[in-house]
C-alpha cells in the first residue's frame, strides 16, 4: 500500500470496531430461505450457492419491483426458485456443454419478475453465463461434475498445500480474484448453511465490496491523503485500479473486526448492509432516511431505535462533507 495515497487510520478503526461490538445480530437473518431450505441433495444445495455467488457482482440494477427485492436478495429469491424448478441450469455437466448465448436465454426469466425475458432486470449476461460455464468446466475436469467434492476436498481449509478453498477456487474465472471477495463470501454462506466450518479462520480474508468500501472511506477508517485521486472519488470518476484502496480497506476491517469481537466474516453483514441503505446516494445521518425500504442494517443488526446512524457520534463524514462526499472507486471489474 503506497501510503501517499492511501493511509489505514488505526484509532479510527478502532473507534468502529468498538461500536460494532457494542451490538449484535440478528437470528432471523441467519434463518432465511437460502440457507435453510430444504433440498432433494447437499450437492443442489452446494451449487445453488455456488452459482449464486459465481455470478454476484455489480448488481445495481438487479430488481424485483412487486417483491421489493434488490440486489444479493434477488439473487437469493431466483437460484431458490431454480434450484426448485429449473435445477438443470444448476448441472455443471449440462451447463459445461452451452453456448453462452443459450445459457444466457435460459437464465433470462428467473430475473424477469413476470418471467417475461424481456422484462429481465439482471445486466452483464453474457458474462455472468461465461462465468458459470467456465467454472463448470473445471468442476467437470476436475471434481467430476460435484460442487460438494470440490469443497470438502479441501479438509474445511483456505490454506491446505494447494487443496484449500482460496488455492482451488481462483482456478476458476468467477472465483480469481486475488483477493478473495467472492471466495469468502462463498464459505461464509456455506459454513451458515451449517455446510462446512473452516479450521484455519487466521486466514480468511475479510470480504470487501463497493457498499463496504464506500463506509469506510466516509467513516475515515481509510485516508485518502493524494488529491487527485480524492477528487476522482468525489467526482465518481473511473479509475484503472481500487487495488491500494481495497487492500488498505480489508486491512480496516481486520482491525475492525479483532476490535469488535466478531469474526472478520461478519464485517460484511454490518457495512454491506450500512453501505446498501445507510449510507448511500442518501444518507441516514443528513437525509433522516435509508435508501432501501425496510432498511437492509435493520434486518441484520438488531436495533431500538434506528432515527440516527449507529456510527454518527464517531463517524468523520457526520461532520465534515468532503467525507460523506467520497464515493468508492469506480472500477470495471467482476470481481465484486
Same mark, same amino acid.
Given at each position: 500500500?503506497?501510503e501517499?495515497?492511501?493511509?489505514?487510520?488505526n484509532?479510527?478503526?478502532r473507534?468502529?470496531?468498538?461500536?460494532?461490538g457494542?451490538?449484535?445480530?440478528?437470528?432471523?437473518?441467519?434463518?432465511?430461505?437460502?440457507?435453510t431450505?430444504?433440498?432433494?441433495d447437499?450437492?443442489?444445495?452446494?451449487?445453488?450457492i455456488?452459482?449464486?455467488?459465481?455470478?454476484?457482482h455489480?448488481?445495481?440494477?438487479?430488481?424485483?419491483?412487486?417483491?421489493?427485492l434488490?440486489?444479493?436478495?434477488?439473487?437469493?429469491?431466483?437460484?431458490?426458485?431454480?434450484?426448485?424448478?429449473?435445477?438443470?441450469?444448476?448441472d455443471?455437466?449440462?451447463?459445461?456443454?452451452?453456448?453462452?448465448?443459450?445459457?444466457?436465454?435460459?437464465l433470462?426469466?428467473?430475473?424477469?419478475?413476470?418471467?417475461?425475458?424481456?422484462?429481465?432486470?439482471?445486466?452483464?449476461?453474457?458474462?455472468?453465463?461465461k462465468?458459470?460455464?467456465?467454472?463448470?468446466?473445471?468442476?467437470?475436469?476436475?471434481?467430476?461434475?460435484?460442487?460438494?467434492?470440490?469443497?470438502?476436498?479441501?479438509?474445511?481449509?483456505?490454506?491446505n498445500?494447494?487443496?484449500?478453498?482460496?488455492?482451488?477456487?481462483?482456478?476458476?474465472?468467477?472465483?480469481?480474484?486475488?483477493?478473495?471477495?467472492?471466495?469468502?463470501?462463498?464459505?461464509?454462506?456455506?459454513e451458515?448453511a451449517?455446510?462446512?466450518?473452516?479450521?484455519?479462520?487466521?486466514?480468511?480474508?475479510?470480504?470487501?465490496?463497493?457498499?463496504?468500501?464506500?463506509? +469506510?472511506l %466516509?467513516l475515515g *477508517?481509510? =485516508?485518502? $491523503?493524494?488529491?487527485?485521486?480524492r477528487?476522482k472519488?468525489?467526482d465518481?470518476k473511473? @479509475?484503472?485500479s481500487?487495488?491500494?484502496i481495497?487492500?488498505?480497506?480489508?486491512?480496516?476491517?481486520?482491525?475492525?473486526?479483532k476490535?469488535?469481537?466478531?469474526p472478520?466474516?461478519?464485517?460484511?453483514?454490518?457495512?454491506?448492509? +450500512?453501505? %446498501?441503505?445507510? *449510507?448511500? =446516494?442518501? $444518507?441516514?445521518?443528513?437525509?433522516g432516511?435509508?435508501?432501501?425500504?425496510?432498511?437492509? @442494517?435493520?434486518?441484520?443488526v438488531?436495533?431500538?431505535?434506528?432515527r440516527?446512524?449507529?456510527?454518527?457520534p464517531?463517524?468523520k463524514?457526520?461532520g465534515d462533507e468532503?467525507?460523506?462526499?467520497?464515493w468508492?472507486?469506480i472500477?470495471?471489474?467482476?470481481?465484486?
Amino acid at each position: 500500500m503506497n501510503e501517499s495515497v492511501v493511509k489505514l487510520n488505526n484509532d479510527q478503526c478502532r473507534k468502529v470496531g468498538k461500536i460494532v461490538g457494542s451490538h449484535t445480530l440478528r437470528t432471523d437473518f441467519y434463518a432465511r430461505p437460502f440457507l435453510t431450505a430444504r433440498l432433494p441433495d447437499n450437492e443442489l444445495k452446494y451449487r445453488m450457492i455456488f452459482f449464486a455467488v459465481a455470478i454476484c457482482h455489480q448488481t445495481h440494477h438487479l430488481h424485483h419491483p412487486v417483491l421489493n427485492l434488490w440486489g444479493w436478495d434477488y439473487l437469493e429469491h431466483a437460484f431458490l426458485e431454480i434450484a426448485a424448478e429449473n435445477r438443470k441450469l444448476l448441472d455443471p455437466a449440462f451447463l459445461s456443454r452451452l453456448q453462452v448465448a443459450k445459457l444466457t436465454g435460459m437464465l433470462r426469466p428467473h430475473f424477469a419478475p413476470d418471467r417475461n425475458p424481456a422484462s429481465c432486470t439482471l445486466d452483464r449476461l453474457d458474462e455472468r453465463a461465461k462465468l458459470m460455464i467456465d467454472a463448470s468446466v473445471f468442476i467437470m475436469n476436475e471434481f467430476n461434475g460435484k460442487v460438494e467434492d470440490l469443497i470438502l476436498s479441501s479438509g474445511q481449509m483456505l490454506i491446505n498445500n494447494g487443496k484449500g478453498l482460496y488455492e482451488v477456487l481462483k482456478n476458476m474465472e468467477a472465483y480469481a480474484d486475488p483477493m478473495q471477495k467472492k471466495t469468502t463470501f462463498l464459505i461464509k454462506l456455506l459454513e451458515e448453511a451449517e455446510h462446512l466450518k473452516i479450521k484455519d479462520t487466521e486466514n480468511f480474508i475479510p470480504i470487501m465490496d463497493y457498499h463496504m468500501q464506500r463506509v +469506510l472511506l %466516509r467513516l475515515g *477508517c481509510v =485516508e485518502i $491523503t493524494d488529491e487527485v485521486l480524492r477528487q476522482k472519488l468525489i467526482d465518481r470518476k473511473p @479509475l484503472d485500479s481500487d487495488a491500494e484502496i481495497r487492500s488498505a480497506c480489508i486491512e480496516a476491517f481486520k482491525i475492525i473486526a479483532k476490535t469488535s469481537g466478531y469474526p472478520v466474516t461478519k464485517m460484511n453483514d454490518f457495512f454491506w448492509s +450500512l453501505g %446498501r441503505s445507510c *449510507c448511500n =446516494e442518501t $444518507t441516514l445521518c443528513k437525509d433522516g432516511r435509508c435508501a432501501k425500504n425496510p432498511c437492509t @442494517l435493520t434486518l441484520i443488526v438488531n436495533l431500538k431505535d434506528h432515527r440516527q446512524c449507529i456510527f454518527q457520534p464517531v463517524c468523520k463524514g457526520y461532520g465534515d462533507e468532503s467525507y460523506r462526499n467520497l464515493w468508492q472507486p469506480i472500477v470495471e471489474t467482476h470481481f465484486y
